[in-house]
């Protein structure tokens, strides 16, 4: 592996705890959103909905773990009280999602279902509201994850008003799965409807809480969407076990099939051709932060990014791939 020369690195830290994956970026925005899976609509109209978002493997941990719980953000706040939210996870057959949402998940693991009345509250667009799972999901690595929720709204319980989710505020990535789902009004059944409709808007934007795993984030100031600015920077982030070392890298491709690379424990999403941006300790809430500067070379519009860690002492295990596009 090689230094990185052209960009210039300092090393931040970050003070969170939490030890997750941000798909696709763990920056929010608060600029645009959508309600199906989550939210309600003010006219009623999505008072039922079936919604699925794919979640591709490279973006997921490296190595087996269980996911205890989700975290999204809410655009529109307000209390919601649902006659039913169910929460499922499982592998997708395919590396997309179709309009057939039984098909996209085949063999679906419950990991959350709310007691009719539960009411949640979804206070700030400025910051993750999460959701614990009553029943941990053991994600295998290398599998292509789907979220699926199937939720109603309970009436007159739930106010007259709009509460939605943030997305990525676009472009939308064409190389990145769009969500399917199905919504419609009381007693409309489209809860448990098979068949949706392709949303063609950006993906949902999702936090995945593990236990057990390294796990790796990216964040700062941006364009829109995962698309970074030149002449400012980004920041990747590794969360392991305090006191152990991390060791960032960045690619220009993601491999065409990941693989192991002993010795470092788990799947490695980048080609051998990495190059490793920085190395150092994780700090006493066992996160390891760089941030890396963006050139403002107009030549580098367009640059797709990879980024992928490792983490440990003895042992190194690999943590998920974030991306990040460079635009003016």
Same mark, same amino acid.
């Given at each position: ?28 925005? #608060? ?8 939210? /309600?609509?003010?006219? +009623? =109209?999505?008072?039922?909905? @079936? &919604?699925? %978002? ?115 505020? #676009? ?8 969500? /399917?789902?199905?919504? +419609? =009004?009381?007693?409309?059944? @489209? &809860?448990? %409807? ?135």
């Amino acid at each position: 592996m090689r230094c990185f020369a052209p960009f210039l690195l300092c090393a931040t830290t970050l003070a969170q705890t939490s030890h997750y994956t941000a798909y696709s970026t763990d920056s929010l925005h #608060g600029a645009y959103g959508h309600w199906a899976f989550f939210g /309600v609509l003010s006219t +009623g =109209g999505s008072d039922e909905c @079936r &919604a699925q %978002q794919l979640v591709p493997a490279a973006f997921m941990p490296a190595t087996a773990g269980l996911i205890t719980g989700v975290e999204v953000p809410p655009h529109f706040t307000g209390t919601i009280t649902y006659q039913r939210l169910d929460l499922q996870l499982g592998a997708c057959p395919t590396t997309t999602l179709t309009t057939d949402m039984d098909a996209n998940l085949p063999v679906p693991t419950t990991v959350y279902s709310a007691t009719p009345g539960t009411s949640i509250s979804w206070p700030s667009a400025t910051q993750w509201t999460r959701v614990n799972f009553t029943t941990p999901f053991l994600y295998v690595p290398g599998t292509d994850l789907v979220f699926e929720s199937r939720r109603v709204i309970q009436r007159p319980a739930t106010a007259s008003i709009t509460v939605s989710h943030q997305h990525s505020n #676009g472009p939308s990535r064409n190389d990145l799965p769009h969500p /399917v789902w199905a919504e +419609g =009004g009381p007693g409309s059944g @489209r &809860a448990n %409807q098979q068949f949706g409709s392709t949303y063609g808007g950006p993906h949902m934007l999702i936090r995945f809480v593990f236990s057990g795993v390294p796990t790796l984030t990216i964040s700062g100031p941006r364009v829109s969407g995962t698309q970074y600015k030149l002449g400012q920077s980004l920041t990747i982030t590794a969360q392991g076990n305090p006191g152990e070392a991390y060791a960032h890298a960045i690619d220009l491709l993601l491999a065409a099939t990941p693989a192991p690379f002993p010795p470092v424990q788990g799947l490695l999403f980048l080609t051998p051709a990495l190059v490793l941006t920085g190395i150092g300790p994780l700090d006493p809430s066992g996160l390891g932060a760089q941030t890396i500067p963006i050139p403002s070379t107009p030549s580098l519009a367009g640059v797709h990014l990879y980024f992928q860690s490792a983490t440990g002492s003895t042992i190194f295990g690999f943590t998920n791939a974030v991306d990040a596009i460079l635009q003016p």
